[in-house]
């Protein structure tokens, strides 16, 4: 084999590779999306991890018992769909996990709890329209 030889076959199989590693990205991507299409549910345990993992998240502080709560289930949904891929929205339950919600003195239910890389950066508490939320939410993305 000639030394051209061996720099097209190198040529060819860097770029298969950059091929194959563009394909596996865009699968990671794809399946991330549609992973937290919907709000994801948290508990004391596993909200560190989640808050940490993701650029922006948005966590519902929530109970059963609370009508206002239940006006912005569908809303919340919603907006997980719609935003699906920039940001994260995350339930918690106050009933079930009251560390977390001592944690960060939630006192009322409703209370939206926002984090940007793991770090709390702004705090919305009681219901709201969609209308509301999405603005606020499009000031967090730069829109």
Same mark, same amino acid.
């Given at each position: ?57 948005? /966590? *519902?502080? +929530?109970?059963?018992?609370? !009508?206002?709560?239940? @006006? ?6 919603? %907006? ?40 709390? /950066? *702004?705090? +919305?508490?009681?219901?709201? !329209?969609?209308?509301? @939320? ?6 967090? %993305?730069?829109?």
């Amino acid at each position: 084999m000639s030394w051209e030889e061996d720099e097209e076959l190198k040529r060819l199989r860097e770029a298969k590779l950059r091929e194959l590693m563009r394909r596996l990205a865009e699968r990671e991507r794809r399946a991330k999306l549609e992973a937290v299409a919907k709000p994801v549910d948290l508990t004391d345990e596993n909200f560190d991890n989640l808050v940490k993992r993701h650029e922006l998240v948005v /966590v *519902d502080f +929530w109970a059963p018992w609370c !009508p206002p709560c239940q @006006l912005m289930a569908p809303i919340i949904e919603e %907006l997980a769909r719609q935003y699906a891929g920039q940001v994260v929205f995350a339930k918690l339950n106050v009933d079930e996990n009251p560390l977390t919600a001592m944690r960060f003195d939630v006192r009322a239910v409703p209370t939206f709890l926002v984090f940007r890389r793991g770090r709390l /950066v *702004d705090r +919305w508490v009681g219901a709201m !329209p969609k209308q509301v @939320l999405e603005l606020r939410l499009k000031k967090l %993305l730069g829109k």
